[in-house]
């Protein structure tokens, strides 16, 4: 069993009967980025879930590192997607970084002064530290998405899983998400990513998983992402995707 690599084996996921995600089986190694890619429907936010066990699969394994998910438990941190988050709770920017610390505190024992300034250094990072006292429901689309970020970042977790952390955000905030994401791989920390935008695939990832209910393809990006296997995850649609991704490729390096 391989020490330094993610395994999913033999996973497969129905919901009703109905597969979400069929037979999976593939390998990510410790210290990258990886994109789940796929068109919509394809089981991308189902694998994700299954792995860390919020869904429970019909067949299969997932083994991190050689431990299971149970044994990963405080070593794994979870994204979700903004839509998903009761945005009118009455809770601080500061209180939700903070919640990033209930595995190692639990939800009785108070914070220390050691602990409040841990999650003043996260929204430093993230660039939060002046609305720390702001409600969540007064904050935009990309700042609400730095701060799950930040606490996903106050657990010092080993594996991070995020579900379309760049829908609905500006630039400015997919930019140092990216550049997190990227610093945490330079740490030995394997980082999956939900992402739909095939334009920065190149730039913010190191590997790949292309998903259609079925692997396409999992491997570095300079192996499985190329135009054949876009048709496969993809269908018809994949063509015109590819099409479209060369076009902004060739305008990119027209302009340098």
Request: proline share 4%; no cysteine.
């Given at each position: 069993?391989?020490?330094?690599?993610?395994?999913?084996?033999?996973?497969?996921?129905?919901?009703?009967?109905?597969?979400?995600?069929?037979?999976l089986h593939?390998?990510?190694?410790?210290?990258?980025?990886a994109?789940?890619?796929?068109?919509?429907?394809?089981?991308?936010?189902?694998?994700?879930?299954?792995?860390?066990?919020?869904?429970?699969?019909n067949?299969?394994?997932?083994?991190?590192?050689?431990?299971?998910?149970?044994?990963?438990?405080?070593?794994?941190?979870?994204?979700?997607?903004?839509?998903?988050?009761?945005?009118?709770?009455?809770?601080?920017?500061?209180?939700?970084?903070?919640?990033?610390?209930?595995?190692?505190?639990?939800?009785?024992k108070?914070?220390n002064?050691?602990?409040?300034?841990?999650?003043?250094?996260?929204?430093?990072?993230?660039?939060?530290?002046?609305?720390?006292d702001?409600?969540?429901?007064?904050?935009?689309?990309?700042?609400?998405?730095?701060l799950?970020?930040?606490r996903?970042?106050?657990?010092?977790?080993?594996?991070?899983?995020?579900?379309?952390?760049?829908?609905?955000?500006?630039?400015?905030?997919?930019?140092?998400?990216?550049?997190?994401?990227?610093?945490?791989a330079?740490?030995?920390?394997?980082?999956?990513?939900?992402?739909?935008?095939?334009?920065?695939?190149?730039?913010?990832?190191?590997?790949?998983?292309?998903?259609?209910?079925?692997?396409?393809?999992?491997?570095?990006?300079?192996e499985?992402?190329?135009?054949?296997?876009?048709?496969?995850?993809?269908?018809?649609?994949?063509?015109?995707?590819?099409?479209?991704f060369?076009?902004?490729?060739?305008?990119?390096?027209?302009?340098?």
């Amino acid at each position: 069993m391989k020490m330094d690599h993610i395994e999913v084996t033999d996973l497969t996921v129905t919901y009703d009967r109905k597969p979400v995600v069929w037979d999976l089986h593939f390998e990510i190694p410790k210290g990258v980025v990886a994109a789940i890619i796929g068109p919509n429907g394809a089981g991308k936010s189902t694998l994700i879930k299954a792995m860390i066990g919020l869904v429970p699969p019909n067949t299969g394994k997932v083994r991190f590192f050689g431990k299971t998910t149970d044994q990963m438990l405080g070593k794994i941190a979870y994204v979700g997607q903004r839509a998903s988050i009761d945005w009118d709770f009455p809770i601080t920017a500061f209180e939700v970084v903070l919640m990033g610390l209930y595995g190692r505190l639990g939800w009785f024992k108070r914070p220390n002064k050691e602990h409040k300034q841990q999650v003043r250094n996260v929204l430093e990072k993230i660039g939060m530290s002046q609305l720390a006292d702001r409600q969540i429901s007064d904050l935009s689309g990309g700042q609400q998405q730095r701060l799950f970020i930040g606490r996903a970042l106050l657990q010092d977790a080993d594996v991070y899983f995020l579900d379309e952390p760049f829908a609905g955000i500006d630039i400015t905030t997919e930019k140092l998400i990216v550049d997190i994401l990227k610093e945490l791989a330079a740490k030995g920390k394997t980082i999956f990513v939900v992402h739909h935008d095939l334009n920065t695939v190149e730039s913010y990832f190191d590997w790949a998983i292309l998903l259609n209910m079925r692997l396409v393809a999992a491997g570095p990006l300079k192996e499985i992402y190329n135009s054949e296997n876009l048709m496969k995850a993809f269908g018809q649609k994949g063509g015109l995707l590819e099409e479209a991704f060369l076009y902004a490729k060739g305008k990119q390096e027209g302009t340098k």
